[in-house]
């Protein structure tokens, strides 16, 4: 998996998946599709229609994964939902996090 190139939201859009090296939403964004990334931020509204895989994964704010979640460190200061599967190695919750699939830490 190679990460070259970022994605940054501002105010509202989408985005088709892939593999970045960064992805920052300020406001509300959409990845209609797998993704992966070495660090995932999310101030606002967030959700991936896919699956995630994912080194750092930061929310403040709202935030929804409709696919697997692989991620080595979590931080959500807001709401999550993982509507699948979700191995997380870290975790940091000041908030909610709902996980409606299997989790392994």
Known sequence: ???QHSLTVNGSGSSAG???NKVKIRGE????????CNE???YGTSEVCGNM???SYVVYGDSEVQGNVDAEYV??????QMHSDAH???IKV???IEVKGKVNW
């Open 1 to 3: 998996m190679e990460h």
């Open 18 to 20: 892939g593999d970045y």
């Open 29 to 36: 964004g959409t990845i209609s599709n797998d993704m992966s």
């Open 40 to 42: 995932f931020k999310t």
């Open 53 to 55: 895989k994912v080194k």
């Open 75 to 80: 931080k959500v200061y807001g709401n999550t």
């Open 88 to 90: 997380i190695e870290k």
């Open 94 to 96: 000041r908030g909610m």
